[in-house]
């Protein structure tokens, strides 16, 4: 009997210990689950941001083109390349650049004009199809020069095709701004002329640029006409 009681004794101390055991237990257990839920959502955040960053740099890039201005206006310009026309957005921070006379010389958006050769870098966005440019640099070109004897002219076109002894023919664009010289036999002296004034047959010097993205064809900026020289000599020569 005496054992039998020190046995019941002994048990009804231990099971409340161990029920307690239990209970001060599940307590501690809950900050584990919440802590791994906080860590949880933070790398779900980070994967989020990650994608969203990823998806931004496939959309723009860094990227430099160069070209001849075609076209400008009050805050875009567009560059023709060698594979295509690009626009040009110009920004609040763009630097425009460009060395005149042996010196680095800033410049505004202002002074890039047509027919410019340029460098653009900047931050190409694929889903607008345009380049925002961060710096422009406006390259110094120089003038093709041409001579030749006109052999069409297209007075809807105003455009004058000069063959040349150099190679196949040049068709020379008149400009609004292109100027034209003549020589004067009598006066012995350049007067200014016009492309009204320019015959077929007639043998011209050409400086100009070149057009984008077409062959044998420039743009004049300055004409010189010799056909009164070219006469000349023909009535001076007893063979004609």
């Given at each position: 009997m005496t054992n039998l009681f020190f046995m019941l004794l002994l048990f009804a101390f231990m099971f409340p210990a161990s029920v307690a055991t239990?209970?001060?237990?599940?307590?501690?257990?809950?900050?584990?689950i919440s802590s791994t839920s906080a860590n949880i959502k933070k790398i779900e955040d980070l994967k989020e941001r990650l994608a969203t960053k990823v998806a931004e740099l496939r959309q723009t890039s860094r990227r430099g083109i160069y070209g001849t201005v075609t076209s400008t206006s009050i805050t875009s310009f567009s560059v023709a390349t060698k594979t295509k026309d690009v626009k040009i957005e110009t920004l609040d921070a763009i630097r425009i650049v460009q060395y005149l006379k042996g010196k680095r010389t800033i410049?505004?958006?202002e002074d890039i004009a047509k027919g410019d050769a340029v460098a653009v870098l900047g931050e190409y966005d694929a889903t607008l199809d345009l380049l925002k440019a961060a710096m422009v640099f406006i390259q110094g070109t120089l003038p093709q020069q041409i001579a030749g004897v006109v052999s069409a002219r297209?007075?809807?076109?105003?455009?004058?095709?000069?063959?040349?002894?150099?190679?196949?023919?040049?068709?020379?664009?008149?400009?609004?701004t292109t100027k034209t010289r003549a020589w004067d036999g009598s006066k012995k002296e350049l007067i200014q002329s016009g492309f009204s004034k320019i015959k077929e047959g007639s043998r011209i010097h050409v400086s100009g640029s070149a057009v984008a993205k077409?062959?044998?064809?420039?743009?004049?900026?300055?004409?010189?006409?010799?056909?009164?020289?070219?006469q000349a000599t023909q009535s001076a020569d007893p063979a004609k």
């Amino acid at each position: 009997m005496t054992n039998l009681f020190f046995m019941l004794l002994l048990f009804a101390f231990m099971f409340p210990a161990s029920v307690a055991t239990a209970v001060s237990a599940t307590p501690s257990a809950v900050p584990k689950i919440s802590s791994t839920s906080a860590n949880i959502k933070k790398i779900e955040d980070l994967k989020e941001r990650l994608a969203t960053k990823v998806a931004e740099l496939r959309q723009t890039s860094r990227r430099g083109i160069y070209g001849t201005v075609t076209s400008t206006s009050i805050t875009s310009f567009s560059v023709a390349t060698k594979t295509k026309d690009v626009k040009i957005e110009t920004l609040d921070a763009i630097r425009i650049v460009q060395y005149l006379k042996g010196k680095r010389t800033i410049l505004a958006t202002e002074d890039i004009a047509k027919g410019d050769a340029v460098a653009v870098l900047g931050e190409y966005d694929a889903t607008l199809d345009l380049l925002k440019a961060a710096m422009v640099f406006i390259q110094g070109t120089l003038p093709q020069q041409i001579a030749g004897v006109v052999s069409a002219r297209d007075d809807k076109e105003f455009t004058l095709t000069v063959a040349t002894p150099e190679g196949p023919a040049v068709t020379v664009d008149i400009e609004k701004t292109t100027k034209t010289r003549a020589w004067d036999g009598s006066k012995k002296e350049l007067i200014q002329s016009g492309f009204s004034k320019i015959k077929e047959g007639s043998r011209i010097h050409v400086s100009g640029s070149a057009v984008a993205k077409q062959d044998n064809r420039i743009s004049a900026n300055r004409i010189l006409d010799l056909d009164s020289i070219n006469q000349a000599t023909q009535s001076a020569d007893p063979a004609k």
